[in-house]
């Protein structure tokens, strides 16, 4: 793709510091005080009207946090965070519960055309009825606009911010936060447990093959706002849904936290495939700024046969902490994991999956394609891991990295883990820059340096690319060829 | 949570605190060597046994493991039933001639030792330690390897045994070299021997390490071998740890550095018995050398073995291989963790590690951890891991043609270790180790 050529010629021509979506935009918001402490849970909770048992919820979260410690196995390095230093809740100031598009303030349309949201999807926000692709846009830490409610309902489908979940469908909102990442999961989980903002959440019915891809637009907006947003998506037996979130945020030199949560639940027969697109602000190039992006996401295949996929990538965030993973708990079920993390300038990526074979029949796979450019660091730490029950498990696991520059890093960390016979994995790994023997082919065939880089770096992300949805795919290949800018000379 | 709030010592830790202001004064070894052990039972002291929490450790506690601390080996008393015992725990590999070094836990025993050929000179670890030549102290201890590993500082800390083997520069040792170690069977002992193999510029020897351990009771081992290999040398090196008795626990470091064009080959065949780690780390000091670590595990019952592996590419232009094999039977736990380090500047390194695994029941577990870590881009480095059980296809296949299912099997296990032991140079010695698998098999169809 021309990403690729245009990854090679731009990564060092990029200026790191030129961040392209690096804009603030003024919009007034409603702050809880800053820090964190009992009183701000409520406070959150009150803000939204959540019921009594959710308050309580939050704060059980948030006592177990202050029990936790930070994580500090990962291969990333950063200053302490203060966690006293961060607002945990920011709203924009927008009509409550806008029902139509003229209702959304101009300033977040406005912002959405930054950040180039594909056209079709202003169109949708702009009212025209063509679009298939529904939108939840999610604008700091509330969801403002929802499209196509009225389309997916007729489908029986519910597709809300999470925050209005809880007060429509609570039976489904109780029954299923919280069961796949419990709240003592880890600390940014507990975390995020304790002060999530909003986020989606959806509910496919028994059989039903959502009729359009679903879309959330994350942002990360009001300075020193960490983020955390809360997903949450049933699907019920028999079917089907495909979930796409992007995201990019404004410049700054303050790190910004990033802790969001996203539960996926696939019963018998269903399936999610769940897209990624990641571009927030990486930071400078002496590595200033940029967001903390410490995700966990988690899917169960709780149902025989049922099915979830993660497709994610990574081009943003000064350091990332995520792994999303699928338990595959049912009988015959599978999970897949598409990766491309691409790390420039002073970036450290340390992600990766787990795949917990649990049933009978279960099957995994695992492509990992990582790319390092400038100072940064990229790793890949992945689990596959067979229990006993789990009879003819069966995972295949490749991780590809790929070294631009000489200052750059590329790991590699699988845990691999067998306890039944009847478990086959494999597992490959390769670290290997841009080969001399394919930039001379394909030079000699009258490409440029530039272009040949830019032809295998593309040929290289490829397997996973093609695992995007359409919109997703041009809006990756544009992503990576932005973030390898200036990495080849 | 409560990771930071260091536990209270364990009865292990405890009995080790013990045992080393008991034994400090017997240990041998001038000023510096004292200094040096000090040092490394304080490292100890603060890190304690290593547990899971311990990331080179993740699948091993040793610190469970250890419910005690044995005291040290006493030096065994030299007489004739030693030598009836060798030769008939220790026959010769058939069609090998070998020089002959023989340990009786760890420490080196001259009289039941060959004479060494010209150019190769060997020296008790007491003896050496006992001069505590700069130089030589240095060489043992080998520096920026094993960093913070608990478990060689102990061996550091308490090395009671051991032999210095210095192969002068370019002399070609056309006899491998073997050394025997025998356990005299006296009351529960720990065994604490460190060796090392100085090969000068140029030289190419051979070294067999072969042990056999009749001992009764369980056994606390903690053997490290350090080899250097100066510029333009050549080692082969197999090692055969003994079988010990289950609860036993074995630390096992190989440490080696090579230098330019240096060639290193090492194999190690694993039977089990007890809680066995074996941990090499091997650096590339100089560039153009070749590097190779391979082995095989048979594991069964309760065994517990570790492979762990850390590969340091220093210098630029050099070549590591890694071929490990694992067969599980019974309730075993097979372990490998292979490291592979290429640091800044280590261009056009070409590395390739390998571990492939077959579990033959539901209970046994293995574990793969191949990790690369790379600071350099011009390199081509890769690994691959497979756990699987043994093909049906191929098991049905061999008995359609009128083999009994136990003897299919053994004959498809024996070709999948076989490629492992297909590494090792010297054919004797490859005939001899598949002959330990063969029996290990043979123990399989009769059970």
């Not at chain 1, 890949?380 to 520059?405: E, H, M, P």
């Not at chain 2, 390490?209 to 510029?231: C, F, G, K, P, Y």
């Amino acid at each position: 793709m021309a990403a690729v050529q245009e990854t090679v010629d731009r990564v060092k021509s990029v200026d790191v510091d030129a961040y392209k979506y690096g804009f603030v935009s003024d919009i007034e918001s409603e702050k809880a005080p800053k820090g964190l402490n009992e009183d701000i849970v409520r406070f959150i909770s009150a803000k939204k009207n959540e019921p009594a048992w959710l308050t309580e919820w939050r704060l059980e979260a948030y006592r177990l946090w202050l029990t936790m410690r930070e994580p500090d196995w990962a291969r990333v390095d950063y200053p302490k965070i203060n966690y006293q230093d961060l607002y945990y809740y920011s709203a924009p100031k927008s009509t409550p519960g806008p029902k139509n598009i003229d209702e959304v303030d101009p300033e977040l349309l406005r912002v959405y055309e930054k950040l180039g949201i594909p056209l079709r999807e202003q169109e949708i926000l702009a009212g025209v009825q063509e679009r298939r692709v529904a939108v939840d846009a999610v604008f700091d830490s509330v969801s403002v606009a929802t499209t196509f409610k009225a389309e997916l309902a007729k489908a029986g489908v519910i597709f809300c911010p999470i925050s209005e979940a809880v007060h429509t469908h609570p039976e489904l909102v109780k029954k299923y936060l919280g069961s796949v990442v419990p709240t003592s999961d880890n600390y940014y989980a507990t975390l995020n447990s304790a002060v999530f903002s909003d986020g989606s959440f959806v509910y496919i019915p028994p059989g039903v093959r959502c009729p359009m891809e679903l879309s959330t637009y994350f942002r990360i907006n009001e300075q020193n706002t960490g983020q955390f947003e809360r997903t949450l998506i049933i699907a019920d037996k028999g079917s089907y849904v495909s979930y796409l979130e992007g995201c990019t945020a404004p410049k700054r030199d303050e790190n910004q936290l990033h802790a969001a949560v996203v539960e996926l639940i696939t019963l018998d027969d269903a399936e999610i495939k769940y897209s990624t697109v990641q571009n927030w602000y990486p930071g400078d190039a002496d590595g200033k700024g940029g967001i903390y992006n410490f995700v966990t996401k988690r899917g169960d295949c709780r149902g025989a046969r049922s099915k979830i996929s993660w497709t994610q990538v990574e081009t943003g965030s000064a350091i990332t902490w995520k792994y999303p993973s699928c338990i595959l708990r049912g009988d015959e079920s599978r999970g897949e994991f598409y990766s491309i993390a691409i790390s420039n300038g002073r970036q450290q990526v340390d992600s990766g999956t787990k795949m917990i074979h649990l049933g009978k029949n279960t099957t995994s796979r695992i492509i990992s394609k990582g790319i390092s450019a400038g100072r940064s660091n990229n790793t890949y730490r992945g689990q596959v891991l067979a229990q006993k029950r789990a009879t003819n498990a069966r995972n295949f696991t490749n991780c590809d990295s790929l070294l631009i520059g000489e200052t750059c890093g590329a790991h590699t960390i699988p845990y691999i883990e067998a306890k039944n016979a009847s478990a086959v994995f494999e597992h490959e790994a390769t670290t290997s820059k841009i080969s001399e023997d394919q930039l001379f082919y394909c030079m000699q065939r009258g490409l440029s340096a530039e272009e040949a880089t830019a032809l295998i770096v593309n040929g290289f992300v490829r397997d996973v690319l093609q695992q995007l949805p359409m919109e997703f795919a041009v809006e990756a290949q544009k992503l990576i060829s932005i973030s390898l800018e200036g990495s080849v000379g | 949570m409560l990771g930071d709030v260091k536990a209270a010592h364990s009865a292990a830790e405890e009995k080790l605190v013990a045992e080393f202001a008991r034994a400090r004064g017997s240990l041998p070894g001038a000023a510096p060597v004292g200094a040096l052990r000090d040092a490394a039972f304080e490292a100890f002291k603060s890190a304690g046994l290593p547990t899971r929490r311990v990331e080179a450790w993740h699948y091993t506690d040793l610190r469970m493991a250890m419910r005690d601390a044995l005291p040290v080996a006493p030096a065994p008393k030299a007489d004739a039933s030693l030598k009836q015992k060798l030769e008939k725990l220790a026959p010769r590999i058939a069609d090998l001639e070998t020089t002959r070094l023989v340990l009786v836990d760890g420490y080196f025993v001259a009289e039941l030792s060959d004479v060494t050929p010209k150019g190769v000179t060997v020296t008790a670890l007491s003896e050496a330690l006992a001069k505590g030549d700069a130089a030589f102290v240095e060489a043992l201890s080998a520096p920026g390897m094993g960093q913070g590993d608990a478990a060689l500082a102990l061996n550091t800390a308490f090395m009671q045994g051991g032999v210095i083997i210095d192969v002068a520069a370019g002399t070609h040792v056309a006899q491998p070299i073997e050394m025997i170690a025998l356990s005299s069977e006296m009351s529960a002992h720990a065994v604490y021997a460190r060796s090392l193999l100085r090969v000068g510029k140029g030289a190419q020897v051979t070294l067999i390490e072969r042990e056999v351990s009749t001992a009764s009771q369980i056994e606390q081992r903690n053997h490290a071998l350090v080899v250097s290999v100066a510029d333009e040398a050549q080692v082969e090196h197999v090692f055969v740890p003994a079988i010990l008795k289950s609860a036993s626990t074995y630390v096992a470091s190989l440490l080696a550095i090579l230098g330019a064009k240096a060639s290193f080959n090492s194999f190690t065949l694993v039977q089990g018995g007890g809680l066995l780690r074996r941990q090499i780390h091997m650096r590339f000091d100089g560039e153009h050398a070749k590097g190779q670590l391979a082995g095989a595990s048979v594991l069964r019952n309760k065994d517990h073995a570790d492979t762990t592996l850390v590969v340091q590419h220093v210098a630029a232009h050099c070549q590591s291989r890694e071929y490990f094999k694992t067969v599980l039977d019974g309730e075993s736990t097979g372990i490998y963790q292979g490291k592979v380090i290429v640091a800044p500047g280590a261009q056009k390194t070409d590395g390739a590690m390998k571990s492939h695994a077959i579990l033959l029941s539901d209970d046994a577990t293995m574990n793969n951890k191949p990790e690369l870590e790379i600071f350099a881009d011009d390199v081509v480095c890769g690994h691959g891991a497979t756990v699987a059980q043994l093909d049906e296809d191929q098991v049905f296949y061999a008995m359609a043609r009128g083999l009994p299912k136990p003897v299919a099997e053994s004959m498809l296990l024996e070709a999948f270790v076989d490629e492992a032991t297909d590494r090792v140079e010297s054919e004797p010695v490859r005939v001899y180790l598949t002959s330990l698998i063969g029996q290990w098999l043979s123990q399989r169809g009769a059970a």
